[in-house]
């Protein structure tokens, strides 16, 4: 699954979402974002052939953690989420990234540091035989330290393969099943984020391979 391909399409994954800064601007659309990235990479020479509707959000929109690239404008001090996948081969990748267009406030910053802590809490507790809800767990318990977790609203990750959203799902389970055991080998993304509402929202996703112990950061 990590093969050579694979990897350098997680690499070039990686520089397309950070290519999007270049591009900020007040007025610009989300829709008009995501073009300009098209057409970034279409000046090399590369097809870019995505995974899924791209999630492209501004401000508000940032609190919505589905949200796709509308007509909405961009404004100095929002956030941006930039949630994006590639594919090829028979197989998919998918990575988030927020920015900042502005000045950080320092509840933002807050959140940033929370977010990101949670991730690295999540990472530390996978490895092949641990229950896929142990991950979302450990991530939910950081950010109910902080006074976050009522604002995470979704799992902490899934596998990625042939599918963009495939088993194991790191989320809470009234029952757990022999396929929600992680596995070595298994292709997990790992994404919390927080959503606060009438602010703005965070989101950082990376991918792991799991191994016999811990895994390998795959972005």
């Known amino acids: 699954m990590a093969s050579s391909y694979f990897k350098n399409l997680i690499r070039l994954n990686k520089q397309v979402i950070e290519t999007a800064p270049m591009y900020f601007e007040v007025g610009i659309s989300e829709r008009e974002l995501l073009q300009k990235i098209k057409e970034h990479f279409a000046d090399k020479d590369i097809k870019l052939r ?3 509707r791209p999630i492209i959000a501004f401000g508000l929109n940032s609190t919505k953690p589905h949200h796709r690239a509308s007509d909405s404008r961009l404004k100095k001090n929002q956030a941006v989420v930039v949630d994006l996948g590639l594919k090829g081969q028979g197989v998919m990748t998918d990575l988030t990234r927020t920015f900042f267009f502005g000045r950080k406030s320092k509840k933002f910053v807050q959140v940033e540091r929370a ?3 949670a991730q690295i809490k999540a990472i530390q507790s996978m490895k092949a035989s641990v229950p896929s809800n142990i991950p979302d767990l450990e991530a939910r318990n950081y950010l109910k330290d902080h006074n976050l977790a009522q604002y995470f609203i979704h799992g902490t990750g899934h596998g990625v393969g042939r599918k963009i959203h ?7 389970k009234k029952r757990m099943t022999k396929s929600d055991v992680l596995k070595i080998g298994q292709v997990i993304t790992v994404e919390p984020g927080i959503y606060l509402p009438g602010k703005f929202g965070y989101r950082i996703e990376d991918m792991v391979k799991i191994k016999a112990r811990g895994v390998e950061i795959l972005s």
């Open 115 to 117: 977010v990101k802590r």
């Open 50 to 52: 995505l995974a899924f």
């Open 166 to 172: 495939q088993r194991p799902y790191l989320r809470q």
